[in-house]
């Protein structure tokens, strides 16, 4: 239902507008045009989803994976049904973030600009910092730098900074009629020198293609503005990562009971083993010292016929599972082969006075597994299947460690603590309070239990995460595999 949400972009009144008076695709058609088939991986699409600021459905920019002519590419697509492609932080974030991607894994980038620029009223969330939108230009040099293609069209407008996005570009396409670009519109223009001119005659395709010569294309329509960006990909003789038919075998077990199995209770109840029936190649699964620290499941298998290495939490990470989880670890490392992580951890509990060494102990296993983790120079793909709770989250490569690529299932926690460990009934007996004076003390403190509760328990949904680009999406547990 979100996506569905999401799909529909800023509304009728808007799409009407972007798809009627300025006759233009909306943003998923033109990546059907572009793509070699569907097989598309949209990044975060739920990003931007509660903005605080306004009723923006969504970060106004579209961003995945996908081919173009045989070639893995990156895109960043801005969808001017939602406020007219507007960029809002959110939105440098999500393309930021695609950039990474694409820097990471050596990928062409394809920009399809339509964007109406930054959202002023925000300037000191969207402009001066490291990681604002000048990074997206910083990033674009050092890609070229890089020899990583690079490649954009103006199907629409292009304001302001947006305007570098295309001119950085190697090759750029506009198409007559539809895309603009300049630095400031006809309505600065009127008010900084009094003069009159058109979107056409200040920055559209024609001049740019034949004057000012910051377009290398120029395409009639939006059909011929994509055929254009195929032929050019064609012939960026670029295919860093050929790929090999490989012949793998499906789970012997339905992916769809994946859905009666994720987790719920995010105690790490759940045998582990039983998820990954579901999502390795013939359900085989070599595991990796199976009778040693066994609330660690390490082991290799293959998923699409690729070899990886596993590392599922099947209950608390304890001294023993996390000294098993280093040596696994750097074993993948060495043999370069790229790790799987399946997180379900377990929420720290209180420990009793007489388990402080053990405690101390197990402290010091998780560092370890925490410096292999973060030193494995292996990909590294994490999924979050149940609870993602505190330090644990580090050990088994969350955000902040950087995998490659971070996922949830709808069912997914992400928090530092779990928030049924707060108590909403405090003890009477621990008040020297008498009569309405400990009563309203009594009060005062479960209202603010409650609220407190009520905050961690929204801010640790899956999609409140999403929301704000922890990950990279909430995808559907049937579809691991395929992700």
């Given at each position: 239902e979100l996506l569905e949400v999401v799909r529909k972009g800023g509304g009728e009144n808007a799409i009407l507008r972007h798809t009627q008076r300025n006759k233009k695709l909306f943003v998923r058609e033109r990546l059907k045009l572009l793509l070699d088939d569907e097989s598309f991986l949209e990044l975060s699409p739920l990003a931007g989803l509660s903005l605080p600021y306004g009723d923006v459905p969504a970060a106004g920019c579209l961003t995945g994976i996908g081919k173009i002519c045989g070639v893995w590419c990156v895109f960043m697509a801005n969808d001017a049904t939602v406020k007219g492609g507007t960029i809002y932080p959110i939105g440098v974030k999500k393309q930021l973030r695609a950039q990474e991607i694409a820097l990471q894994n050596r990928l062409c980038s394809v920009y399809l600009v339509d964007s109406g620029g930054a959202f002023l009223p925000l300037q000191s969330e969207l402009f001066p910092d490291k990681?604002?939108?000048?990074?997206?230009?910083?990033?674009?040099?050092?890609?070229?730098?890089?020899?990583?293609?690079?490649?954009?069209?103006?199907?629409?407008?292009?304001?302001?900074?947006?305007?570098?996005?295309?001119?950085?570009?190697?090759?750029?396409?506009?198409?007559?009629?539809?895309?603009?670009?300049?630095?400031?519109?006809?309505?600065?223009?009127?008010?900084?020198?009094?003069?009159?001119?058109?979107?056409?005659?200040?920055?559209?395709?024609?001049?740019?293609?034949?004057?000012?010569?910051?377009?290398?294309?120029?395409?009639?329509?939006?059909?011929?503005?994509?055929?254009?960006?195929?032929?050019?990909?064609?012939?960026?003789?670029?295919?860093?990562?050929?790929?090999?038919?490989?012949?793998?075998d499906s789970p012997l077990y339905s992916s769809d009971d994946l859905l009666g199995l994720a987790p719920r209770d995010y105690r790490c109840t759940l045998p582990v083993k039983l998820i990954l029936s579901r999502l390795m190649?013939?359900?085989?699964?070599?595991?990796?010292?199976?009778?040693?620290?066994?609330?660690?499941?390490?082991?290799?298998?293959?998923?699409?016929?690729?070899?990886?290495?596993?590392?599922?939490?099947?209950?608390?990470?304890?001294?023993?599972?996390?000294?098993?989880?280093?040596?696994?670890?750097?074993?993948?490392?060495?043999?370069?082969?790229?790790?799987?992580f399946l997180q379900n951890t377990a929420p720290p509990t209180a420990q009793p006075t007489s388990l402080a060494q053990a405690h101390s102990s197990r402290l010091k296993a998780q560092a370890s597994m925490m410096a292999a983790v973060a030193c494995a120079a292996v990909p590294k793909i994490t999924i979050v299947i149940g609870g993602c709770y505190g330090n644990e989250s580090y050990v088994m490569c969350g955000r902040s460690f950087s995998p490659n690529f971070l996922f949830l299932w709808p069912n997914a926690r992400v928090a530092l603590v779990d928030s049924r460990h707060f108590s909403t009934v405090p003890q009477a007996g621990d008040s020297d309070c008498t009569g309405d004076e400990s009563e309203l003390k009594h009060l005062k403190e479960n209202v603010f239990n409650a609220l407190v509760f009520s905050r961690l328990e929204e801010e640790s949904s899956a999609f409140y995460s999403s929301a704000r680009l922890w990950d990279d999406g909430v995808i559907l547990p049937q579809n691991t595999r395929k992700v």
């Amino acid at each position: 239902e979100l996506l569905e949400v999401v799909r529909k972009g800023g509304g009728e009144n808007a799409i009407l507008r972007h798809t009627q008076r300025n006759k233009k695709l909306f943003v998923r058609e033109r990546l059907k045009l572009l793509l070699d088939d569907e097989s598309f991986l949209e990044l975060s699409p739920l990003a931007g989803l509660s903005l605080p600021y306004g009723d923006v459905p969504a970060a106004g920019c579209l961003t995945g994976i996908g081919k173009i002519c045989g070639v893995w590419c990156v895109f960043m697509a801005n969808d001017a049904t939602v406020k007219g492609g507007t960029i809002y932080p959110i939105g440098v974030k999500k393309q930021l973030r695609a950039q990474e991607i694409a820097l990471q894994n050596r990928l062409c980038s394809v920009y399809l600009v339509d964007s109406g620029g930054a959202f002023l009223p925000l300037q000191s969330e969207l402009f001066p910092d490291k990681l604002h939108g000048g990074r997206v230009f910083y990033n674009e040099a050092i890609m070229s730098a890089m020899r990583i293609p690079q490649v954009a069209v103006v199907c629409g407008s292009c304001v302001a900074g947006g305007a570098y996005v295309p001119t950085m570009a190697e090759e750029a396409v506009i198409i007559d009629k539809i895309g603009t670009l300049f630095l400031a519109g006809p309505p600065l223009v009127k008010a900084a020198t009094g003069e009159d001119v058109s979107p056409e005659d200040l920055g559209g395709a024609r001049l740019h293609s034949k004057v000012s010569g910051c377009s290398d294309h120029f395409a009639s329509s939006e059909k011929e503005a994509y055929e254009c960006i195929r032929n050019v990909i064609s012939t960026l003789n670029y295919d860093p990562l050929p790929e090999e038919v490989v012949e793998h075998d499906s789970p012997l077990y339905s992916s769809d009971d994946l859905l009666g199995l994720a987790p719920r209770d995010y105690r790490c109840t759940l045998p582990v083993k039983l998820i990954l029936s579901r999502l390795m190649d013939g359900s085989r699964f070599q595991e990796f010292k199976a009778h040693y620290g066994t609330t660690l499941v390490t082991g290799f298998g293959h998923v699409e016929g690729h070899l990886v290495g596993v590392v599922a939490n099947n209950g608390e990470l304890s001294h023993d599972a996390s000294l098993k989880g280093s040596h696994f670890v750097q074993l993948c490392s060495q043999r370069s082969i790229p790790l799987l992580f399946l997180q379900n951890t377990a929420p720290p509990t209180a420990q009793p006075t007489s388990l402080a060494q053990a405690h101390s102990s197990r402290l010091k296993a998780q560092a370890s597994m925490m410096a292999a983790v973060a030193c494995a120079a292996v990909p590294k793909i994490t999924i979050v299947i149940g609870g993602c709770y505190g330090n644990e989250s580090y050990v088994m490569c969350g955000r902040s460690f950087s995998p490659n690529f971070l996922f949830l299932w709808p069912n997914a926690r992400v928090a530092l603590v779990d928030s049924r460990h707060f108590s909403t009934v405090p003890q009477a007996g621990d008040s020297d309070c008498t009569g309405d004076e400990s009563e309203l003390k009594h009060l005062k403190e479960n209202v603010f239990n409650a609220l407190v509760f009520s905050r961690l328990e929204e801010e640790s949904s899956a999609f409140y995460s999403s929301a704000r680009l922890w990950d990279d999406g909430v995808i559907l547990p049937q579809n691991t595999r395929k992700v």
